[in-house]
């Protein structure tokens, strides 16, 4: 990619934007030390994806779901816990509250998206509507949600004089969104899908179409367009994580593209990623096939009195804080009877209260949770 030229600074006036150069065309790669990484990625992935036929994936999914939006939310300075996403409104302090309606939308927003693609395909009304949930009545709520925008934006600076970063001209953006469509869906290039998914971050993070919420938006694109072209089975890989614990070098490997026509350096940086996280998310895994059979093997060892906990425990694989009407919900039963069982629960250390109240407590699957932290 020596060859490759990432665009130019445009003179508006009192200011100069970047036009990125237009990525629907032919693209020759060099970089031996790059393929290499990319072959690496791939199998990486690879054995991610077979998650997916041997594991009940839906049935963890949320907590993948709910890592990817706190860690992404994360970057963009929003400070929630995993294990607030799974609090209910109420349950919420007030200072908390903004920052769990974000991360809140991150996963509506996700989802929504996952769905969208069975009738849409990677395309700019796809990527409209994930925006809008995104932003539906949070903090950047009147900044157009689901709408590009009409106006110029920059990145960093207290002004546009001394922005980090200005993103091209308002009267481009149709012919670059329409450019970044073309290129992710037209089947005739002959890029590998890393490479490409790689290539449309960079673009939408330079584009940076929206007023708000762009950096969300251009993380859940990775995953979306995985799952799209169906290289994973269901949305289970997630770089927000990555990117966030590496915030300095993902930002800097962007901007590099733009000012050194680095392309390869970036795309070294993303497969990185591809190939941390997905061995992760595979150790990840492994760990909870554990961590059932650990647990489900401490109830059998109780006896008769573990099968209204089994049906406990199981429930919070999907959500791992529960108060005592959801366990009257889930076993059925009186509330004097989901008391005994929150007891054995607590007794044998799988749940632990976690708000020190008499009243209005709240139970967390703490080991299972923590698989996700670490």
Not at 67 to 77: D, F, L, N, P, R
Not at 162 to 184: C, G, I, Y
Request: net charge neutral; charged share 25%.
């Amino acid at each position: 990619m020596k060859s490759f030229k990432s665009g130019v600074q445009i003179n508006q006036g009192y200011y100069k934007s970047f036009q990125p150069n237009e990525i629907f065309r032919d693209w020759l790669f060099d970089d031996m030390s790059m393929l290499n990484l990319l072959s690496k990625a791939d199998r990486s992935l690879g054995r991610l994806d077979m998650y997916s036929e041997y594991v009940d994936i839906e049935h963890f999914i949320k907590m993948h779901i709910a890592k990817e939006a706190t860690q992404s939310s994360k970057i963009e300075g929003t400070q929630t816990n995993i294990e607030d996403v799974f609090l209910s409104k109420e349950d919420v302090t007030s200072e908390k509250r903004n920052d769990w309606e974000e991360v809140q939308n991150y996963i509506s927003a996700m989802n929504e998206a996952v769905l969208l693609l069975h009738s849409l395909p990677f395309s700019s009304r796809l990527i409209r509507q994930t925006h809008k949930i995104l932003l539906q009545g949070v903090r950047g709520a009147g900044k157009l949600p689901g709408e590009y925008r009409s106006s110029q934006n920059w990145i960093g600076g207290a002004s546009i004089n001394d922005a980090t970063f200005v993103p091209p001209n308002q009267d481009s953006l149709s012919a670059l969104m329409s450019d970044l469509e073309k290129f992710a869906n037209d089947e005739l290039l002959s890029i590998p899908d890393l490479i490409k998914i790689a290539i449309i971050h960079y673009q939408f993070e330079t584009i940076h179409p929206f007023l708000d919420g762009n950096g969300r938006v251009g993380r859940l694109l990775i995953t979306l367009y995985l799952v799209d072209k169906g290289i994973l089975k269901k949305p289970i890989l997630y770089l927000s994580d990555y990117f966030e614990r590496n915030r300095s070098l993902y930002y800097d490997n962007l901007m590099r593209v733009r000012t050194h026509n680095d392309i390869n350096q970036w795309l070294k940086f993303f497969l990185n990623g591809v190939i941390e996280t997905s061995k992760k998310g595979v150790t990840t895994f492994d760990a909870i096939m554990q961590l059932e059979k650990m647990t489900e093997q401490k109830l059998k060892d109780t006896g008769v009195r573990s099968l209204d906990a089994m049906k406990v425990v199981k429930a919070m694989y999907n959500k791992p804080i529960i108060n005592i009407q959801d366990v009257v919900n889930i076993i059925e039963k009186s509330t004097n009877t989901a008391y005994k069982t929150i007891s054995l629960l607590e007794d044998l250390k799988i749940l632990k209260e976690i708000t020190g109240a008499q009243r209005g407590k709240l139970y967390l699957f703490e080991d299972y949770v923590q698989l996700f932290e670490n």
